[in-house]
């Protein structure tokens, strides 16, 4: 019971903390505030199992998490994928359609450069509710498949039971009934939320044909950065990502010398 409440406290501070507090340097000591407190929480308090969740979590599995955020805030920091849009054209497909394929089924963290990216735009269509339309781009989009199983995961773990015993293949898309359904009612729920929050719906190829990245070659460079991001956590393992990722964010932050501030 005292570590449930104690992860409603920490999950409250940081999403209080991502949402009100602006300054950057006040973030970050926030945060590393929080994450001495568990370390030393769990290392005092804890006992032999907890001993080895630290070492797995902080030695083993975050050495290696690390590196895939880090690219991603590089791409954003660098503006590497700011659009422009015609006037007179959305981005409600764009939200819609492209934002959550990016953000399930390529990384949750591809949605920091690009949400950075549209919030201009959104500010120039929306002054009055950008930033409700941008969170929940953001909530949709980084927890789709999350938010659309949530209510699927005891059939889908009874199934996976059954085709385990059996000794059948688990597949995460399949069956048909056992995911699908969730998702597509998410998805559809997602653009009512849209519509609701004002998002103009317009012609769809009209639109997508009217957003142009600020910079081709920018657009070019960060997704160079991302393919690298998709190899790493697709075909490497174990410290592979980390050193792999390493050497491209050292060349990243190096190539930053080349860009405007």
């Not at 940081?14 to 950057?24: A, C, D, G, M, W």
């Not at 080895?52 to 590089?74: C, E, G, K, R, S």
């Not at 519509?195 to 960060?222: C, N, T």
Request: glycine fraction near 8%; hydrophobic fraction near 60%; charged fraction near 10%.
């Amino acid at each position: 019971m005292l570590y449930l409440i104690c992860a409603v406290l920490v999950l409250s501070v940081i999403v209080l903390t991502s949402l009100f507090v602006e300054r950057l340097k006040r973030k970050v000591a926030i945060f590393l505030g929080i994450g001495a407190t568990t370390v030393g929480g769990l290392w005092v308090f804890g006992g032999e199992q907890e001993h080895h969740v630290l070492h797995h979590v902080y030695i083993v599995d975050y050495p290696q998490f690390i590196m895939v955020p880090l690219a991603t805030v590089l791409i954003a920091c660098l503006a590497l994928f700011a659009v422009r849009v015609k006037d007179g054209v959305g981005v409600a497909w764009f939200m819609l359609l492209l934002c959550p394929l990016a953000g399930n089924f390529a990384t949750t963290w591809s949605l920091v450069p690009i949400g950075l990216s549209l919030t201009p735009v959104l500010k120039r269509l929306y002054p009055d509710r950008w930033f409700r339309i941008l969170l929940a781009v953001c909530i949709f989009s980084m927890n789709m498949l999350a938010l659309g199983t949530l209510a699927a995961d005891p059939p889908q773990a009874l199934w996976a039971v059954k085709a385990a015993v059996a000794g059948k293949p688990l597949g995460f898309f399949f069956p048909w009934m056992q995911f699908w359904p969730y998702i597509l009612i998410t998805w559809a729920l997602y653009g009512v939320t849209l519509a609701r929050f004002g998002v103009r719906f317009h012609s769809p190829l009209r639109e997508l044909a009217g957003i142009r990245p600020a910079q081709w070659w920018k657009a070019g460079y960060g997704i160079a950065i991302a393919a690298c991001v998709s190899y790493a956590i697709t075909f490497l393992v174990g410290y592979q990502v980390t050193i792999f990722l390493g050497i491209v964010c050292l060349i990243v932050a190096l190539s930053s010398l080349c860009f405007d501030h």
